[in-house]
């Protein structure tokens, strides 16, 4: 399927994931993390819901190939790798910022 849009498919969705990111981080998790851990757990659930159920809205049944390096994937598995990478490079920022690291008593 030939794309024709403003942005294509591979930023809408990372678009998507960054925004959920910045709201999850910036707004939502440091009053989770203050809730502990299984707070924090269920709201980062939530935001990760979000992105990819608008991803999904987007893209579910198109048949729009996501290239992601030198592999193609369906919407599902591009929006997910690339929120695990997020998240990999964000939540140890965010756990030492808010004393959750592993070996951090204080």
Do not use: K
């Not at 159920?53 to 369906?74: K, P």
């Not at 959750?100 to 008593?105: A, V």
């Amino acid at each position: 399927m030939v794309y024709s849009g403003a942005m294509t498919p591979e930023m809408q969705i990372l678009s998507i994931n960054a925004a959920c990111m910045a709201v999850g981080y910036l707004g939502l998790y440091p009053g989770a993390a203050q809730r502990g851990l299984m707070a924090l757990a269920l709201t980062d659930l939530g935001v990760t819901l979000v992105a990819i159920l608008t991803s999904a809205l987007l893209f579910m049944g198109s048949g729009i190939s996501f290239r992601l390096i030198l592999v193609d994937l369906n919407w599902f598995g591009f929006a997910l790798i690339t929120l695990i990478a997020m998240e990999a490079v964000l939540f140890p920022w965010f756990a030492r910022r808010h004393g959750i690291w592993p070996g951090d008593d204080g």
